[in-house]
């Protein structure tokens, strides 16, 4: 268990509506991740951070923004959610200061826009 | 751009019939290969890292290995309970984030 929990795990929001997912860690750990599943793509970054108020966009930001005012959590906001952003949604965290680069996912925010 | 590419999409076993995963990359240094096991409604496993060419790993039934264009993740007398998603990821050395694969899924007849 990496010590991440994801919320909600399951939402389903109307288009137009602005929608925050919640990424907490318990593992004091500095990286922080937000990505997408789609079937046919894979896992796409959308935004990550490097530290508290520190974060950089990945390959599919668009639509989306981030913050990060407290180690421990990392907050993903749909400014105005659309039917194209129904997907799965994992948090992840890492810590490189040891040299270990692994990346450890949450289980999962499942979000249907309609 | 980093890219990874795994093969098949799909592989389909039979219990105890032994088969290999590909994973073939392109990466500006690679920093690092991640392999992950994801289960249906579930978050990706960490499984493995390998850093360079001609390391090898090696867990229960799975066997990962590198060269310096792909990796393989070798299944040794698969069971039933090794079917899952099969995950490959790469990390370049001036990066923080992994670049996947689409993934392999495994199903494991008994």
């Known amino acids: 268990d990496a010590g991440i929990t994801q919320s909600p795990r399951h939402k389903v929001t109307e288009t137009g509506t602005p929608v925050t997912l919640r990424c907490h860690q318990t593992?004091?750990?500095?990286?922080m991740y937000w990505y997408r599943q789609d079937p046919g793509h894979g896992l796409r970054l959308i935004h990550y951070s490097y530290g508290v108020k520190d974060t950089d966009k990945g390959e599919v930001s668009d639509g989306y923004s981030v913050s990060r005012s407290k180690t421990e959590d990392f907050l993903l906001t749909l400014e105005s959610a659309t039917s194209s952003q129904t997907s799965v949604y994992f948090c992840a965290i890492s810590e490189s200061r040891t040299g270990e680069n692994t990346i450890y996912f949450g289980e999962g925010s499942w979000l249907t826009v309609v | 751009e980093d890219q990874v590419t795994q093969s098949p999409e799909a592989l389909r076993l039979q219990e105890g019939e032994s088969s290999s995963l590909n994973c073939s990359y392109t990466v500006s240094g690679l920093r690092g290969l991640f392999w992950y096991r994801q289960d249906p409604g579930k978050g990706p496993e960490f499984l493995f890292t390998l850093y360079s060419a001609g390391e090898e790993k090696e867990k229960e039934r799975l066997k990962a290995t590198l060269t310096k264009k792909e990796s393989f993740l070798h299944i040794t007398a698969p069971k039933p309970e090794d079917s899952a998603t099969y995950l490959c990821?790469?990390?370049?050395?001036?990066?923080?984030?992994?670049?996947f694969g689409a993934g392999t899924t495994v199903t494991v007849r008994a």
């Open positions: 990821a790469v990390r370049s050395v001036n990066d923080y984030k992994l670049s």
């Open positions: 593992e004091n750990h500095r990286y």
